[in-house]
Each structure stands twice: as C-alpha cells, then as structure tokens.
C-alpha cells in the first residue's frame, strides 16, 4: 500500500526548471538513497520512495520538502515542522527481491501519474565480511538477490513504463561501487555484485537505445552512511592491516546524482566515481 506526503515546490530557477519530472529511488529510507531523494526533492521533483520499512520511508518524504529546511547528513534528524506545497511524494514500501514487489511498486508510479523520468536503482546491501571460504550459499544468495536481482527488477519495471509512455524514454542511473573495480578483503558477494551491475548498466544503454532510455552508473567510495561508519574505527586493507578510512558526504553523491539526471536524454553519464579524496583506491591491491 502506498502513501502520499505533500512536498513543496523547489527553490529557485533550478528546482523549478525540473517541476513537474518523476523519480523512483529505492533503497530510500537512508543513507545514498536518502540523500538522493533530498537533493531530487529540493530540485523540484515528485518522487516515489521505495524501501522494506515505511517509517523511515516517511522520514525521507518529509526531508524530500524544502519546507524541511537545509538539507541533513544522511540518517541524520532533522526537525519536525511539516511538509506542505503542491507536489507529492509517494512512499511505497517494497521488498526488491520479490517480483510481485516490484511489479506493485511501478503499478503505483503508473497509476499516480503514469510517467517515470528517472529509477535512481540504488537498494543495496554489503553483506557478512567473510573469508570465502566460510561464506555460505544462504549468504550468497542474500546479497545477489538484494544487489543484483533487485537492481534487475527494478530495472525492468523502469524499462517497462519509460518504454510504453509518450513521449517514450527516460534516464535509470544504477548505484554501482567503488567495489565495481577493485574488491575489499572479505567481500567476495558483495564484488561480484557490484562486478556485474556495470554489465546490467551497459546491456540498459544498449538495450534502452532504440526508445530513448539513458542508463547510467555511479560508482561510491565510502560515503558517509550508517553502512560505511565501521569505515572509521578501522577495516581490513589489501595489505593484511587494519586502518581507518577517510570519508566524504553523502550529499556530494547527491550532486552528483542530480546532475545526471538533468541532463537531457541525447546525453549520458556512462559511468562517474566519485569517492571520498584519500580513500584508499588508487594502487589498492
């Protein structure tokens, strides 16, 4: 079941040059996804938010209004005055890996107004930090069917609607990983995912050509997120020690994000890292 939360227009010439533009961002309920939605929101855009609990759901529909306020950290709160203006932010509580899921999701996009511009495919999760050899399938299988089976329905849900709408097409920008080029020890589901998501974003490109649907990646290095935090206490490096890592904020992936999607379907972002500046990448390995 789906709930409406209203949300001011965006400020400025910017928000209100994209009024009127729809999103669906998963995984919307904290941290990139929560972040993400603030920035489309503040920009003017109406969204649908999808995530597996709907408090935090709402949580992010009111952020989502620049009626908020400034925009916060990521999971951070923020105060509790409430939202108000003439667009809508639906929240529609899902579990990506289950097709029907999935398929209520955008049956809800389609019926609150029938067009979808952008999927911001971002539900996700690390999974156990294992030695390979100890991982079970159980475990395996938790983080391929969230990671990649969840970005593959939500992709062709996407797919779907942006290819039957008029004017057809639409952009989907999937939330790859730093973990997309170089592996962290212990991380063996959690790589392979990331690994094959650039391969699910160039078959959309490809595939999305002939209908004017854009795909894009964003590849993340420890943005600042409750999924990231242990970052900064110390974790295992390439090198067999264990160091803290530097961070950046979520709300630059945001920018990020929004910058992709306003741009105009003739053209794309293939693929952007952006990643916390002293982050241990480069050479890692």
């Not at 910017?14 to 503040?42: K, M």
């Not at 973990?179 to 995912?193: D, E, F, L």
């Amino acid at each position: 079941m789906t709930t409406r939360s209203g949300a001011a227009a965006g400020r400025g010439a910017g928000a209100a040059g994209q009024a009127g533009r729809t999103a669906v961002v998963t995984g919307a309920g904290s941290g990139i996804g929560r972040a993400v939605a603030v920035e489309l929101g503040a920009a003017g855009w109406s969204l649908t938010l999808a995530g597996r609990r709907r408090e935090p759901l709402e949580e992010t529909a009111r952020l989502a209004s620049p009626a908020a306020g400034a925009r916060p950290d990521a999971g951070a709160p923020a105060d509790t005055g409430p939202a108000a203006g003439p667009a809508a932010h639906t929240v529609c509580p899902t579990d990506v890996t289950d097709p029907d899921s999935v398929t209520a999701l955008f049956d809800a996009v389609r019926d609150g107004g029938g067009r979808l511009d952008l999927l911001f495919n971002n539900a996700g999760v690390f999974g156990p930090s294992t030695p390979l050899e100890e991982m079970t399938p159980q475990e395996w299988r938790g983080v391929v069917d969230v990671n990649l089976t969840g970005a593959f329905l939500c992709a062709q849900g996407a797919f779907r609607l942006m290819k039957a709408q008029s004017p057809q097409g639409g952009r989907i920008v999937n939330n790859g990983s730093i973990s997309a080029h170089a592996p962290r020890p212990g991380s063996v589901a959690y790589t392979a995912t990331k690994h094959a998501m650039t391969g699910l974003t160039k078959s959309l490109s490809l595939d999305g050509r002939p209908y004017g649907i854009a795909c894009g990646q964003i590849d993340v290095g420890n943005a600042a997120t409750k999924m990231t935090a242990r970052m900064r206490e110390g974790v295992p490096q390439a090198d067999g020690t264990t160091a803290a890592e530097p961070l950046m904020d979520a709300a630059d992936v945001a920018r990020t994000v929004l910058h992709m999607a306003q741009l105009p379907l003739e053209a794309n972002v293939q693929f952007v890292t952006v990643m916390a500046t002293a982050m241990p990448f480069v050479g890692r390995g």
